[in-house]
């Protein structure tokens, strides 16, 4: 007779499910992104070949041209920059080649959704808020290492890809990686105290990626719908002919529609999904860590920013006792694969760092930031 699996196993397959749904759903993103950015780029074809376009209308459709541009100069970066760094960490050992976990491939039209899904700004600078290359890092968490395959280990593989992924890697290939300390437990009480924490974390994982889910089949059809009218709208702008000034009133102003149609398609590329952007961000722990007024506290802040930031995306919203923040330090201490991807030792690991992390998550509570 099969042993019953425990509530943190359910748990954790329920959220390794949700991930691979969204994956799925970000690769079929990227699809047909690819096909509206065909579409954009159709359309400004016939809206160059026009002459005498006032120079307002003119201008406007040049700037989103240049915003469809480096979307796809993103996408073309992250597939690049993921394919890099999946062979870096393969040949090193860390994509977990021991247990035969394989590199799969980001090809352009899931680094497409990857671009749309984490957000690129109308000033081409990537929103998801984390450090340094955001897409690029959004790219290489894709979902917790969900684009590393080994007979569907996903999370499993998540752990190679931690270090690169940032607070959306933690927050999502956490669970899996970090409750490998669990067994270790000698108190059942605590092992069960704490596998209830853990349960928490999943569960809310699964509702988050859920509600992503709609949000993504919602954009899907939305761009689907927008795609049909750019197609019927490059037919139309074709047939008005290629001088402005000889066009009718009426073909004038559909030209003007059309741009705005233009607009709203680009805003599809860009804008990002907000159910998987990060929920705490480096300007939360900013905002937070700028009142401190102790040099030294303020110190120990800046050299523990990625960290905190890390571990608040992995406890946002989850409610912790005393007991809770005790076990959740000891659990997450005996983890060294944990410890080495976010560059913090064991010793530094100390009791003081999940107080900071609830103390700045309990400040951007009080602010009423969702």
């Given amino acids: 007779m099969a042993k019953k699996k425990s509530k943190l196993k359910v748990a954790q397959e329920e959220a390794q499910a949700a991930v691979n749904k969204t994956n799925e759903k970000i690769e079929e993103l990227g699809g047909i992104t690819a096909t509206l950015y065909s579409e954009l780029s159709n359309i400004q074809e016939a809206f160059d070949a026009i002459r005498n376009v006032p120079s307002e209308k003119k201008l406007q459709y040049e700037e989103l ?135 928490l974390i999943s569960k809310r994982d699964v509702t988050s990626y859920d509600l992503a889910i ?12 927008e795609s049909g009218k750019l197609h019927d709208a490059n037919d139309d702008i074709r047939s008005f002919g290629l001088d402005y000034n000889a066009m009718s009133e009426a073909q004038q102003y559909a030209l003007g529609s059309y741009v705005n149609l233009m607009s709203s398609s680009t805003q599809l590329l860009v804008n990002p999904i907000l159910g998987l952007l990060p929920k705490y961000t480096e300007e939360d722990f900013d ?27 992995f406890l946002y919203k989850i409610e912790l006792n005393e007991r809770d923040k005790k076990l959740l330090w000891k659990s997450l201490r005996k983890n060294k694969k944990m410890l080495k991807s976010l560059g913090v030792s064991k010793k530094e690991f100390g009791v003081e760092i999940i107080a900071a992390v609830i103390e700045a998550l309990n400040y951007k509570y009080t602010l009423g930031v969702a």
């Fill in 65 to 199: 041209k240049q915003i469809r541009l480096h979307w796809k100069q993103q996408a073309e970066k992250i597939e690049k920059d993921y394919k890099g760094a999946a062979v870096k960490n393969a040949g090193a050992g860390a994509a977990g080649a021991g247990v035969g976990v394989a590199v799969v491939t980001m090809g352009p039209t899931v680094a497409m959704g990857v671009a749309t899904t984490f957000g690129v700004a109308s000033t081409g600078t990537a929103i998801s808020t984390l450090s340094g290359a955001a897409a690029t890092n959004a790219a290489l968490a894709w979902l917790g290492g969900g684009a590393l395959a080994a007979g569907g280990g996903g999370m499993a593989a998540g752990e190679a890809f931690l270090a690169l992924a940032g607070p959306i890697g933690l927050a999502i290939a956490g669970v899996a990686l970090l409750t490998s300390g669990i067994l270790m437990w000698k108190s059942l009480s605590d092992k069960k105290h704490i596998e209830d924490v853990f349960t």
């Fill in 214 to 225: 709609v949000e993504l089949n919602e954009r899907i059809a939305r761009i689907d719908d």
């Fill in 287 to 313: 905002e937070f860590a700028s009142k401190e007024t102790d040099e030294n506290t303020a110190k120990w802040y800046s050299d523990y920013r990625f960290l905190i930031v890390s571990l608040a995306n």
